[in-house]
């Protein structure tokens, strides 16, 4: 991996085709200090639970007897295994969907009507939340034609990147990777081909032309970044939905300011294929390779509207969908400043038609930093 600006996927190939490290043989051995995957608590440690009725004829022994040091055996193995589980919980990836008190899981829940000024039926969440304070809101309500994202160019920070055709409000909101990164799989970003904005959405143009198959990468600029980058420590949110396109994914992700990949980490959610489901994984803090993350993932599609929400703190890294905890890890957290990629790009392996065509839409994004926590934003991601 170098260390000039510019995109890098090589880094990092699509949810579902790497296996979670460990995941095949519960307890193995660490791997280049990573621990292994952790498992459940083994329901059949423990099945024989008949207890001693003493010697043969032992005229002391009352009916009943051996009931009451089964009971015993039984209370006595729960309170060990409910204090195995709270020691684990503070190590293990929880992947199961739960019901938070969590403000976060209230985001962008649909609660309207579609229309012209809230076409996803959701609006965009504005002010601060308990625990949270708002630092980014954009609902794409100032108009960008197509070829409006040109003269995209890179600076050594997001704050100070540009793209020329862009009006001033928005230019200070957004930028995109310049036309002709590749995306180092089949794809070549090409935001003067495949941005704008309309109708209260960002709109991502997933098309090919010439045998060029092209895509785009969208970065939120976010005021208040450590260095002019990144947050360290942050929740970002986002409303989405995208046509069921064969040969294009989203990776929409934290990508560390650093550069250093995988040693600095790297957290992805929505990612997927087009025509798949969604997920979610993050890459170990201290990785050594790609294989090193765990991965969420769901069966919700992206032809519908969603709701994706990362919370990113020291204690938890979760991930939400629509409301709900989808996963969440605790452990090997990425603990660097990283900013904030709205990435599509073309799936590792079979290259896309070229006459497959379509398009992500955006409705709005938001971004918070906790109130107790660092303070910071966004910046720029290279893949």
Known sequence: MTQTPGPDSAAKVALNEVAVPGATTPGGPAANGIPAAKTALDDNAASDLTASTGPTGDNRHKPGFSWTLAIGALVALIAIAVAAITILRGTTPVRTRQVSLDPLTKIGLASATPNATDPSGAPMPTGDLPGWKQVFADDFTTSVPTGGFSGCKAAPTLMASTCSGLSPSVASQLWAYPDG????????????????????????????????????????????????????????????????????????????????????????????????????????????????????????????????????????????????????????????????VLQAETVNGTPPADNVSGHIYIAWIVAYTPVSGPSGSFSRRRR
Request: hydrophobic content about 35%.
């Open 181 to 340: 990164w590749p995306d180092h799989h089949s794809g070549v970003y090409e935001p003067s081909k495949v941005l704008s904005i309309h109708d209260g959405m960002l709109d991502y143009y997933l098309h090919s032309s010439g045998g060029t198959h092209m895509v785009a990468a969208v970065l939120p600029k976010i005021t208040g970044g450590i260095n002019g980058g990144g947050l360290q420590y942050g929740a970002y949110a986002i409303r989405f939905k995208a046509d069921p396109l064969n040969g294009y994914k989203t990776a929409f992700l934290l990508w560390p300011d650093s550069e250093i990949w995988p040693e600095d980490g790297e957290i992805d959610f929505p990612e997927g294929g087009l025509n798949g489901t969604i997920g979610a994984s993050m890459h170990y803090m201290g990785g050594t390779s790609l294989g090193q993350q765990d991965i969420y993932p769901t069966g919700d599609t992206y032809t519908g509207w969603n709701t994706a929400v990362i919370e990113w703190t020291p204690q938890v890294c979760r991930f939400i969908l629509n409301g709900q905890i989808i996963g969440t890890s605790y452990s090997l957290i990425p603990s660097t400043p990283m900013h904030w």
